[in-house]
């Protein structure tokens, strides 16, 4: 069991830091952005990103989820067919959408872009060809996933990264472009991914089309489209809706600021999951799958502890690091706001638990009741921030995510525990979260009586207490005791 866990730990790693170093070099273009380009064209461009995300869950028809589903480690025509029926029905669909896009670029401007952004056309029609590039490199990369390429998968996406910032450094700064400039870096590089990955793609396409193989994956996928775009929808309707109810201009960009210091429990749930699908869809049939899936659950939460604690207790070490120019990491005048950061970072934690425990439905191929979890979900989220944010503010939508992701993860639990029960290890669970909790308030009422020459020092034991914790409760068992030790050792 520990093997297998040591390798889904080692792929999550390896996965998080392409990850966190290709968010760096995203990060890095901010600042470009806000000094090159013209605000118009840059409200735009952060307008036509945010439809992508939408569109990209389209395009994807669901086939990625269903790819890895009926993907055949054992059965290598199995595992052809998949890949090519995958592939197929994602790039049609992009291809079909990408030209009604094209061809109606100037009525969509009309509707969409701001008069002044004069080229908003062109840019319409530029930004039509990325999502379609994005379709054609999906399934290679998932298959990469599916095969335990994971260093291969995370050298290929840091790359494709690197290629557009530094890209874009050449198009903004040497030729002096606008805002077509970013769209030209995105394509060149994603042409570049394209190009690189063809030849996987025509060997692992098949010629040969099973009908009923064709539905059964349709079938499965299907149901996972309005599962995504709820999830987005999850995601960010808590902005317009401040936007909406709060007169103070100040407050929306504070929440923005704080919600997104927040970031470091969203990249680990998102690296967990790139290696945690094809893990349990690759172990589902072992004869302990169930109790290894749990104690994977528990020392995610163990995991997710951890971030939650340094997050929260060093948070006001972290926004005063230098920045650009001396000045600090995160300006002073949205510090007032930092009190949501824990808020956001267990909303994080839930929506990782959904991805644990919705396992068992695409393990049951069970994907229709998605919608049901992620849609109630959505519109809790949707209902509480109008409820909250009149009385408490930004602070309110915080809340307010926080709530729509448990209750995304009770409605899932209640669904799958009938579809694919496990017994997960819920009494070590909740130590674990007894004792955060312990130890976050200690920290919270406590550090306004700490000299703040030692306040640093009192965190870092609180941190080693944390464990002491754990050890008292006796949530070690003697293997994990033994592997810690070997461990502290090397």
């Excluded at 539905?215 to 960010?236: D, E, H, S, Y």
Aim: hydrophobic share 55%; net charge positive; proline share 3%.
């Amino acid at each position: 069991m520990y093997s297998k866990i040591k390798k889904l730990g080692s792929d999550t790693l390896i996965y998080g830091f392409a990850t966190v170093f290709g968010r760096f070099l995203n990060f890095l273009l901010t600042p470009i952005y806000s000094n090159l380009l013209f605000g118009t064209e840059y409200e735009f461009i952060i307008y036509i990103y945010a439809l992508l995300a939408f569109i990209n869950v389209i395009y994807s028809f669901g086939m990625e989820s269903a790819f890895f589903r009926f993907y055949s480690h054992d059965n290598k025509e199995q595992a052809s067919k998949v890949f090519t029926h995958s592939f197929l029905i994602i790039n049609i669909i992009s291809v079909a959408f990408t030209a009604i896009i094209l061809i109606s670029s100037d009525f969509i401007a009309s509707i969409i872009a701001n008069p002044e952004v004069t080229s908003a056309a062109y840019l319409i029609r530029l930004a039509a060809l990325i999502p379609m590039l994005d379709a054609a490199i999906l399934i290679p990369m998932g298959y990469m996933r599916m095969t335990n390429q994971a260093k291969k998968f995370a050298t290929i996406r840091f790359s494709l990264i690197f290629l557009t910032v530094a890209f874009n450094l050449i198009l903004l700064i040497g030729f002096e472009l606008q805002a077509e400039g970013v769209l030209y870096a995105q394509l060149i590089a994603s042409s570049i991914g394209v190009i690189y990955l063809l030849p996987m793609i025509v060997k692992k396409f098949l010629a040969q089309i099973d009908n009923k193989l064709f539905i059964r994956m349709l079938k499965f996928g299907l149901p996972t489209i309005p599962a995504n775009l709820a999830a987005i929808i999850l995601q960010v309707a808590d902005r317009p809706i401040l936007t909406e109810l709060t007169d103070s201009f100040r407050d929306v960009v504070t929440y923005q600021v704080n919600y997104r210091l927040g970031i470091p429990m969203m990249i680990f749930v998102t690296v967990f999951e790139y290696a945690w699908k094809p893990f349990y869809l690759s172990h589902f049939k072992d004869s302990h799958a169930k109790e290894l899936f749990a104690r994977i659950f528990t020392y995610f939460t163990l995991a997710a502890a951890l971030i939650f604690l340094t997050i929260s207790m060093f948070i006001g070490y972290i926004v005063r690091i230098p920045g650009i120019g001396g000045e600090y990491f995160i300006n002073p005048e949205y510090w007032s706001g930092m009190h949501i950061i824990p808020i956001i970072l267990f909303a994080y934690y839930f929506n990782g638990v959904f991805t644990n425990l919705s396992a068992g439905l695409l393990i049951e191929k069970k994907t229709q009741y998605l919608p049901l979890a992620v849609g109630i979900a959505a519109l809790v989220n949707i209902a509480v921030n109008f409820v909250l944010i009149p009385k408490m503010g930004y602070e309110g939508a915080a809340w307010a995510t926080l709530a729509a992701y448990f209750v995304s993860v009770l409605i899932i639990y209640f669904i799958v525990m009938k579809i694919f029960p496990v017994n997960y290890e819920w009494r070590r669970v909740a130590l674990i979260l007894v004792a955060t909790a312990g130890i976050f308030f200690t920290d919270k009422y406590l550090t306004g009586f700490i000299e703040n020459n030692i306040l640093i020092v009192f965190k870092v034991s609180l941190l080693i207490i944390f464990f002491c914790m754990l050890y008292l409760f006796k949530f070690f068992g003697s293997n994990e005791i033994e592997i810690l030790k070997k461990f502290i050792k090397k």
